[in-house]
């Protein structure tokens, strides 16, 4: 159980086109899912925090016209890069808590990430 | 002080040794931490909580020290199934996680 997917898993695409990254939750419901970005040797660095039905809050930094977030249901969070840069080129992952399941309440299951080239 | 500082390493061991990674953390109020793993172009895994009492699961032991705002992780016996980078991860209340840049292992034979 405890599965999160991530749709593409790898894209490129010329600057200047938007990209969408679906990310699921596949026998769980999430309230609230996260989205991080990694660049090489870096750590995760989150950069919007998505909840279910309303807007999603975004981390100091990063534009929210440009990373557009929709989260429409308890299993979809989308995240649109909007007129893409080569210096969004990275690797996007998105996260979820369960929190009807049981245990550690603080777990977050991660999706396996989209590396995203930008030409 | 950055929120969390660990060694980037690389740390190169040989199969069957013991190594041990520490990281620090500013925030004294974390409640939770965890150790991630996270294997080169994958997603970070849940390696295992640290708890104050300290913990262990087969060849990892976790352990917390808050009065020094640290935790490390001991790998005994190191695999080669074991290279990877190594996160620590800490929470508080309500926030979303924090991550530390990792610790990367290569165990070599």
Redesign the interface.
């Known amino acids: 159980g405890a599965v999160v997917s991530q749709h593409p898993s790898w894209v490129i695409c010329k600057s200047g086109t938007s990209v969408k990254i679906e990310c699921r939750s596949l026998d769980f419901q999430a309230t609230t899912m996260f989205w991080y970005r990694q660049f090489p040797k870096q750590s995760l660095m989150l950069m919007a925090t998505s909840n279910e039905g309303s807007k999603a809050t975004y981390e100091q930094g990063v534009e929210k016209d440009k990373f557009l977030i929709n989260h429409a249901s308890l299993t979809l969070s989308t995240l649109t890069v909007t007129s893409a840069h080569p210096e969004d080129s990275s690797f996007y992952i998105c996260s979820a808590r369960d929190y009807l399941r049981g245990g550690d309440y603080n777990e977050q299951f991660f999706g396996p990430g989209t590396r995203l080239t930008v030409l | 002080r950055k929120e969390?500082e660990q060694d980037?390493g690389p740390f190169n061991v040989p199969e069957g040794a013991t190594v041990a990674f520490n990281c620090t953390y500013s925030n004294s109020a974390s409640q939770?931490f965890?150790w991630y793993r996270q294997d080169c172009?994958?997603?970070?895994?849940?390696l295992m909580?640290v708890y104050s009492s300290g913990n262990e699961d087969g060849r990892f032991t976790a352990q917390l020290n808050r009065a020094s705002q640290y935790i490390s992780l001991l790998i005994r016996d190191s695999k080669l199934s074991d290279s990877a980078t190594y996160?620590c991860v800490f929470?508080s209340g309500n926030t979303?996680?924090v991550?530390?840049?990792?610790t990367r292992l290569s165990v070599i034979a």
């Open positions: 969390v980037p939770s965890f172009r994958k997603e970070p895994k849940l909580s996160l929470y979303p996680l991550f530390g840049k990792g």
